[in-house]
């Protein structure tokens, strides 16, 4: 008797590296639970599991050795600026808020949040010469919208940051910075923090090596004793 031959075929079993809005990035397949990180600074209701988190960051590290460079994760209030809100503005500080010259250069008043920023002296010569030999991030205790509103103040023309804002509201951990918040290798990694207050996946606190504390600044409480 002769024996019939099935071919066999190769079915391709979808890993699920992420998922958006209850499906999966790859085959569109519903998924059940929310699991993996979620990564909604990137893009809102973006989760990406340990496998694609770990792809993609193997990916950046090999294109940060080709452009040799590293990547700096950097602080907002204290280390590039100093915001406060209207209401908290001592007698002495509301003079600087309805100075032209003052709005003009590198103290904002933002109406929508209620909120004056002073920009650290220099801070935009920083950038520009810190983007020479780093891709970086802005990685705040503030909500998003205050986060992604400072972000325009320092880097109006996106040449910096461009969607690399992480705010409180995209963290994992009340009161730390995540460092799984960001897509880069650990040992790639430099911290510009006027705060120890930023936790690693393997450690506490980042390496000595790795976090540099800028002199705080308090341009406000300066202008006042001052």
């Known amino acids: 008797m002769e024996q019939k031959l ?15 809005g209850g499906m999966c990035i ?17 893009h809102k209701g973006l ?5 694609e988190v770990s792809r993609l960051r193997n990916i950046d ?10 990547y700096l994760v950097l602080d907002l209030d204290h280390t590039l600026l100093n915001s406060t809100t209207l209401n908290r503005l001592s007698q002495e ?9 003052y709005l003009e250069g590198s103290l904002f008043m933002m109406e929508q949040l209620q909120m004056v920023t002073k920009l650290r002296p220099f801070v935009r010569t920083f950038l520009k010469e810190a983007s020479e030999i ?26 910096y940051f461009n969607a690399n804002v992480i705010s409180r509201d995209d963290g994992t951990r009340r009161r730390k910075k995540d460092l799984r ?32 504390g800028p002199i705080r600044y308090d341009f406000f409480r300066l202008y006042v004793e001052h």
């Open 6 to 20: 099935v071919p066999s075929v190769k079915v391709d079993v979808c890993i699920h590296p992420g998922s958006f």
């Open 26 to 42: 790859c085959c569109g397949q519903t998924l059940d639970g929310e699991s993996g990180l979620l990564f909604g600074y990137i």
């Open 47 to 51: 989760r990406l599991h340990d496998v």
């Open 61 to 70: 590290m090999k294109n940060l050795l080709c452009r040799k460079k590293l």
């Open 93 to 101: 500080e509301m003079p600087i808020i309805t100075q032209k010259s």
């Open 134 to 159: 780093f891709d970086m991030c802005i990685y705040t205790m503030g909500d998003r919208s205050y986060a992604l509103e400072m972000a325009r103040l320092l880097d109006p023309q996106r040449e």
């Open 181 to 212: 918040m960001v897509l880069e290798k650990e040992s790639a990694i430099l911290i510009l923090d006027d705060t120890e207050r930023v936790s690693c996946k393997k450690s506490k606190l980042p390496r000595p090596d790795k976090l540099f």
